[in-house]
């Protein structure tokens, strides 16, 4: 593979981790729990376009719809079983696992445990001398960034990112000013889940959806936010997109398997000497 394509799949793997990444760390950094069904919420995103391909309805149709799909369900969840976790961390985890599995199963039952292909919105490539990359890829790219910067705006710019704030820093202040601190907690959890379907439903025509397709991204994500540090919005991209470039990058030098061990002894150590993450906690 030239340079080129390979820069733009390292870009677009990349890309997908820093969805999924960032809408874990959000999660993680509110309320203080890591949801082991997020994962789960990235298969619902793919499984939605499919459905979508599957009734004739456009692809990029479902992919619109995706992260608004996971979004209610992750509401619903929240609202129904997830918020009775959030004093106790460890049972928090044990319940997201549990649900993590009722989903995965539920979707192998519907898919029959086969794996599917889903066509792109954008087919062809664009040519650069000698190189050609994919349309689809690049589009995935262009989008992450996008969405970003939206994030960042709808972070630091808007009334919610403020409550988000400070039901970060103080929960207990927050409510004494007014703030339903358990809506922001709903929200926040829509909206972290929202992320994993939009990345879901953006990966699924480069990969075969399968009911155990959200599993690597799982845990791959939460290596992503012990690096990049809780609470930090900078250092959830940067460790998504440290672990989702290492990840894309070393299975073309070394074999697999030894390569997502790498990706773990890597994370180890710079948790091991910057435990506070890449970048120093994100306050604004």
Not at 15 to 34: N, Q, R, T
Not at 47 to 73: E, K
Not at 193 to 206: E, F, H, I, R, T
Request: net charge positive.
């Amino acid at each position: 593979m030239s340079a080129v394509p390979f820069f733009f799949d390292l870009l677009a793997y990349s890309a997908i981790f820093v969805l999924v990444g960032l809408g874990l760390g959000v999660i993680a950094s509110m309320m203080g729990i890591f949801n082991f069904a997020h994962g789960e919420f990235v298969l619902l995103g793919a499984y939605t376009v499919y459905v979508f391909q599957l009734n004739g309805i456009p692809t990029w149709a479902g992919m619109v719809a995706a992260p608004f799909v996971v979004a209610l369900i992750g509401l619903l969840l929240e609202r129904i079983a997830i918020r009775r976790f959030y004093r106790a961390p460890i049972a928090a985890m044990l319940g997201t696992y549990a649900i993590a599995l009722a989903l995965r199963e539920a979707v192998r039952a519907l898919l029959g445990g086969r794996f599917y292909s889903v066509e792109a919105p954008l087919v062809g490539s664009f040519v650069f001398g000698e190189a050609s990359v994919s349309q689809w890829r690049t589009a995935v790219i262009l989008i992450t960034a996008l969405v970003m910067v939206l994030c960042w705006l709808l972070l630091t710019r808007t009334r919610f990112g403020l409550q988000m704030r400070a039901s970060l820093e103080n929960a207990a202040l927050a409510r004494s000013s007014g703030i339903s601190v358990d809506r922001v907690y709903a929200t926040t959890f829509a909206f972290g889940s929202g992320l994993a379907g939009l990345a879901g439903g953006l990966m699924v025509p480069m990969y075969s959806i399968s009911a155990d397709m959200g599993v690597p991204f799982l845990i791959k994500s939460f290596l992503a936010v012990m690096l990049g540090g809780m609470g930090s919005f900078e250092g959830s991209i940067a460790g998504a997109a440290l672990v989702g470039a290492t990840s894309a990058a070393l299975p073309w030098v070394i074999k697999p398997v030894v390569a997502d061990l790498l990706v773990f002894v890597i994370a180890i150590i710079i948790v091991k000497f910057r435990p506070e993450g890449l970048l120093s906690k994100w306050r604004r």
